[in-house]
């Protein structure tokens, strides 16, 4: 059976499987950023926003067996050429991975923890954008198995390049 203690004395969850063991150790904010460079004026002003995401993960080693993955979500809302605001967030997490080992690791980290991660941040973003006086922004949920595969793709079409 799972255990689950309070997430401030370990790991929320420890399946064993016959494959290893996952479980969050941690989830917390590492750093965030909300800008309005051009408030007050911003508010006066007739909007037709557009927003732009851009998202990103890397994981390190905290040695054996806990890695931080690291969640980056930057958001642009333009209305013309003035910026309304600018959100970056970075979510991170500790988790604890074990028997699990290369690709396997690395497609864990890329693409399950940030999963994990994303409605964390989601929520950050959107209760900034709130606080700065915009309306409420709902991020689109990420498909981070497919972006895994298409950087996969990628990076296989540079090797057969060179």
Known sequence: ???????????????NTQQGKFAIH???VKDLSFETPNSPEVFQDEWQPSVNMDISNAARDLGAPYYEVVLTVTVTVTSGDKTLYLVEVQQAGIFHIEGVEGEGLHRLTATACPNILFPFAREV???????GGFPQLLLA???????????QQQAAEEQKKH
């Open 1 to 15: 059976m799972a255990e689950t203690p309070d997430s401030r004395n370990g790991p929320a969850e420890v399946p």
């Open 141 to 151: 949920p990420v498909n981070f198995e497919a972006l895994y595969l298409q950087q």
């Open 26 to 28: 941690k989830i917390y």
């Open 125 to 131: 973003v959107s209760d900034l954008v709130i606080r």
